[in-house]
T-cell receptor, first 114, second 111 residues
Framework: AQSVTQPDIHITVSEGASLELRCNYS??????LFWYVQSPGQGLQLLLK??????LVQGIKGFEAEFKRSQSSFNLRKPSVHWSDAAEYFC????????????FGTGTKLQVIP | ETGVTQSPTHLIKTRGQQVTLRCSSQ?????VSWYQQALGQGPQFIFQ???????GRGNFPPRFSGLQFPNYSSELNVNALELDDSALYLC??????????FGPGTRLTVL
């Protein structure tokens, strides 16, 4: 069965500092991987996705993620965090075909301090 | 272009009651997926509908059921509500096999 682990429940970073959110997945075949962001009272917004090809994926809002098959990881990064990035971030894995039965991690809540 | 909308925004029910949640898909999307997000958890896949047929189901009991209509809007029905059903219910629409767009969710509280 597919699964996702986000080991950090809560992360605090200073505005302007770099950010890395960790994600490890378990899936028997080639995974379809996603990062979503959820602001309070909002639905989920897709930041980026990996289906195949280049293992470094660029997304919206200046985010990027790197797929490392040997480590079963798909960590999210941003070089300089803005206060508006404060939100909850979810890593997810989907089956072949991408979007059927997507499994989400438990999320990492990001706090940004001045 | 109108995004995914869900109604109602909030709902309070008591144990044993039944509830219906509604979702209007984004224009041109023929697939709808429903997710349950308990407090402090990630969303959990309930089921997906494609062209009015169930197209995959997660680990939820049969008292969770759904419908998709010819205009691709959808309903989630939950019978015999339990306290643990309290959660944010998210709907996502997409063209089949393509990116999902999420609605803002319905917050269900079961007392």
């Amino acid at each position: 069965a597919q699964s996702v682990t986000q080991p950090d429940i809560h992360i605090t970073v200073s505005e302007g500092a770099s950010l890395e959110l960790r994600c490890n997945y378990s899936y028997g075949a080639t995974p379809y991987l996603f990062w979503y962001v959820q602001s309070p009272g909002q639905g989920l917004q897709l930041l980026l996705k990996y289906f195949s090809g280049d293992t470094l994926v660029q997304g919206i809002k200046g985010f990027e993620a790197e797929f490392k098959r040997s480590q079963s990881s798909f960590n999210l990064r941003k070089p300089s965090v803005h206060w508006s990035d404060a939100a909850e971030y979810f890593c997810a894995v989907g089956r072949s075909g991408g979007y059927q039965k997507v499994t989400f991690g438990t999320g990492t809540k990001l706090q940004v301090i001045p | 272009e109108t995004g995914v909308t869900q109604s109602p925004t909030h709902l309070i029910k008591t144990r044993g009651q039944q509830v219906t949640l509604r979702c209007s898909s984004q224009s041109g999307h023929n697939t709808v997926s429903w997710y349950q997000q308990a407090l402090g958890q990630g969303p959990q896949f309930i089921f997906q509908y494609y062209r009015e047929e169930e197209n995959g189901r997660g680990n939820f009991p049969p008292r969770f059921s759904g419908l998709q209509f010819p205009n691709y809007s959808s309903e989630l029905n939950v019978n015999a509500l339990e306290l643990d059903d309290s959660a944010l219910y998210l709907c996502a629409s997409s063209p089949i096999g393509d990116e999902q767009f999420f609605g803002p969710g319905t917050r269900l509280t079961v007392l």
